[in-house]
């Protein structure tokens, strides 16, 4: 499902059951690229969060090696966050916002330039990311949780964030 940010989709899993459990497809190069997705997993990462009110975010990378991503919450619950930094965009600094959930096994399908962070809801969080590119640390940024520049509506305000997160400057609009 296309989302109100340009590029931004959220998915859910089609699951198929029976007395065992159940299965489905978490991934799919052929589906993407049916639905106008380009998006080939170039690294897999994991985020565990031990506590609820951690907020990681909001990161990104820039040009030439922008990382688009995939995001689904294995363990746990968080509220995700995508912020469209895409200049160009016709949805350019508007975010959007879901929860992620174990149980509701939604992933957002995250478009390189846009960045991305989340606030766990529960203890004990994972988040898997496939990513459509590899971490280049020269190329990684940042922008603060509460920039006003963005006036993104987390449900809480966190109890734990790295300082490099917490300080990050205000986001200039050009």
């Avoid at 096994?105 to 990513?131: N, Q, W």
């Amino acid at each position: 499902m296309q989302t109100d940010v340009y590029g931004l989709f959220l998915t859910e899993l089609t699951t198929f059951g029976d007395e065992r459990g159940f299965f489905a497809r978490a991934f799919c190069d052929q589906l993407f690229a049916e639905n106008g997705i380009e998006f080939s997993v170039r690294q897999i990462n994991l985020s565990g969060n031990t506590s609820q009110g951690t907020l990681r975010g909001l990161h990104y990378q820039t040009a030439p090696k922008p990382d688009p991503k995939v995001v689904r919450c294995i363990r746990g619950a968080v509220w995700d966050v995508v912020v469209d930094l895409r200049k160009e965009s016709s949805t350019y600094l508007k975010w959007y916002g879901v929860a992620l959930t174990a149980e509701n096994r939604k992933a957002l399908v995250i478009p390189g330039g846009c960045a991305h962070g989340f606030l766990t809801l529960e203890d004990d969080s994972e988040l898997l990311y496939l990513m459509g590119e590899e971490f280049v640390p020269d190329l990684a940024g940042g922008q603060r949780w509460n920039d006003p520049a963005f006036a993104i509506e987390w449900p809480f305000k966190p109890k734990i964030i790295a300082d490099r997160d917490a300080n990050y400057p205000d986001y200039v609009v050009s």
